[in-house]
């Protein structure tokens, strides 16, 4: 029988030993839209995420974030990995208040307001399938119908991701999926050039015997990969959450402990009011 719980033990201390590059340092640049990623995407040093990709802004203050989304408009669509965000920013932006809206908590739809900044923030739920024991389909839209409704501009913030409901369906019904999102991304910026879209992806997540059979980093990892392809050469930003997730030294959980939310807040906005090279 095979233990998927057992721990493999390490053999003992190891030693790294870093030697200064012949190479010049590459300058990176400001974190812009349709910029690829690379491999690796980056790395964690005490704590803080470095990205191979562009230089990532530390937002380390409330006031940072609200001066950057300041009169802006964000939409959070996908799963409860992206509901994180917005649950981190309600609640670490003292005058981004929440409204009541009856709504179940893991599906939504959400919003949060600062009307003395005019921010908004909202979080949508995507649609079926959704691995829930009881969904009113009230709640539920398709991301790709919730774009075609959006004006969008300079000021709409977008972020999507949609990947762990998935898993348990051939790879066919998820790349249909990403078809349409896709094809609606392309109308939305077509009509309003200047919308800013980030795309989230996957990340790894603590393993249980069930999920090992329909669940595990494997099979999300092939969904992974799917959505890269199909965003890729777009004008959309990226946040590597499944490299931000692998390389840190906390355990793997599907809903990641709010110091790598914190980080990937971090990348998501360096795209929105980028740290620009001194």
Not at 245 to 270: C, G, R
Request: with cysteine; hydrophobic share 40%.
């Amino acid at each position: 029988n095979l233990n998927l719980q057992k721990p493999i033990l390490h053999s003992g201390p190891g030693f790294v030993t870093v030697i200064d590059s012949s190479h010049t340092e590459a300058v990176l640049g400001y974190c812009i839209h349709g910029k690829p990623l690379t491999s690796p995407s980056g790395f964690y040093y005490k704590d803080l995420w470095i990205s191979t990709t562009c230089n990532i802004r530390r937002f380390n203050t409330p006031a940072s974030i609200t001066d950057c989304l300041r009169g802006k408009i964000v939409y959070l669509f996908g799963d409860s990995t992206v509901r994180q965000w917005f649950e981190y920013l309600t609640e670490y932006l003292p005058d981004l208040k929440q409204f009541d809206l009856g709504n179940p908590k893991n599906i939504g739809p959400h919003l949060s307001v600062d009307v003395e900044n005019q921010i908004m923030v909202e979080f949508h739920c995507h649609g079926p399938p959704i691995r829930f024991s009881t969904v009113s389909s009230q709640h539920l839209h398709y991301i790709a119908n919730a774009l075609d409704e959006l004006k969008g501009g300079k000021n709409t913030i977008i972020a999507i991701t949609i990947w762990s409901h998935f898993s348990t369906f051939p790879v066919e019904v998820y790349i249909r999926r990403l078809q349409n999102i896709r094809r609606s991304i392309l109308q939305l910026l077509s009509r309003s050039p200047d919308t800013q879209i980030v795309i989230k992806t996957a990340n790894a997540q603590s393993i249980t015997p069930e999920g090992s059979i329909f669940n595990n980093d494997w099979t999300c990892f092939q969904l992974d990969l799917v959505l890269r392809k199909m965003f890729k050469a777009i004008n959309v930003a990226f946040v590597d959450a499944w490299e931000m997730t692998l390389a840190h030294y906390l355990p793997h959980l599907l809903h990641p402990k709010q110091i790598i939310i914190k980080n990937e807040v971090d990348v998501f906005l360096s795209y929105t009011c980028p740290l620009k090279n001194k």
